[in-house]
């Protein structure tokens, strides 16, 4: 590893856990000879260099559609970028599966496979991702930096403003998630306590038991003019032509092209009756 930086030195507290330590931490492999011991026992010991750059990618070996229908990776000389001309390092081609078993190396974690079909089905339906941005189609802001002729000093000023949220897809992974111990909860009674649990929103987050719910929503007219804007539950759906606006549909003819409905994720107000 080139220039590693040295690690930060221990307090004295942690000093005295290394010294008294007789298992690894990480891999919970008991220590041989006492002078193996090392703070980081076969692991890396050292700060990676951050680097700041970007990650590989094949960009001359996707020279068509057609390869994105592959399923395997294609051949390490692939990777030869032009640009550079370079190869892809032997570190950088075994990356890939270095993660997971990072993962549960650190974790210890053991993942349940699901033999069910209907409830390996209910699960896939269920993965909708989330809303990353949410703005409007249009929107006219009307201030004296708009420039000349471009707003009204007779009307109240507006203003367009953005707001960004840092790190959403970070938080979302560090949310815990189900690893195993799948089962059907068929007691009705235990389902009324659950429903009362979630409508008092009084349900831990890090409670050991959690739970996948599949249920019928309203969504009454009141409530479309506060949430048009993000509308709760959003859906993986097919947009008919129907739904679509008259600007919509004036694009669509304008690029002479033919309208085909693909599954999207979606925030609608519909009722989710039949989920």
């Known amino acids: 590893m080139p220039q590693p930086k040295p690690m930060i030195p221990l307090l004295p507290e942690e000093e005295e856990i290394h010294n008294n330590a007789e298992h690894c931490w990480v891999c919970e492999k008991e220590f041989g000879r006492p002078e193996e011991k090392v703070r980081d026992h076969c692991h890396i010991t050292e700060i990676l260099e951050i680097f700041i750059k970007k990650g590989v990618y094949f960009y001359e070996y996707m020279d068509s559609w057609s ?6 990776l294609p ?28 993962l549960f190396l650190k974790t210890r974690q053991k993942l349940e ?7 390996y089905m209910m699960v896939e339906e269920g993965l909708r991702g989330g809303i990353s941005m949410v703005s409007r189609r249009y929107a006219y802001a009307n201030n004296p930096g708009m420039g000349e002729g471009k707003w009204n000093m007779n009307k109240p000023k507006s203003f367009l403003l953005y707001l960004d949220a840092n790190n959403l897809y970070g938080w979302a992974m ?14 009705e009674q235990k389902l009324a306590s659950l429903r009362d649990e979630i409508i008092s929103n009084e349900m831990e987050n890090d409670i050991p038991e959690d739970y996948i719910l599949k249920v019928k929503l309203a969504y009454p007219q ?19 032509p129907e739904w679509l606006s008259d600007k919509q549909h004036e694009l669509i003819n304008r690029s002479g092209q033919r309208y085909v409905p693909t599954e999207k994720l979606i925030p609608n107000l519909f009722d989710r009756i039949n989920m």
């Open 75 to 102: 051949p390490k000389n692939a990777f030869y970028s032009k640009l550079n001309n370079t190869h892809i390092s032997d570190i950088l081609w075994s990356t890939p599966g270095l993660a997971w078993d990072a």
């Open 113 to 119: 496979l699901i033999t069910d079909q209907d409830m």
């Open 174 to 187: 560090m949310q815990y998630l189900p690893t195993g111990n799948f089962r059907w909860i068929r007691d």
């Open 67 to 72: 390869k994105f229908d592959k399923v395997n």
């Open 222 to 240: 009141e409530l479309h003019p506060s949430h048009t804007d993000y509308p709760l539950t959003i859906e993986r759906m097919k947009v008919r």
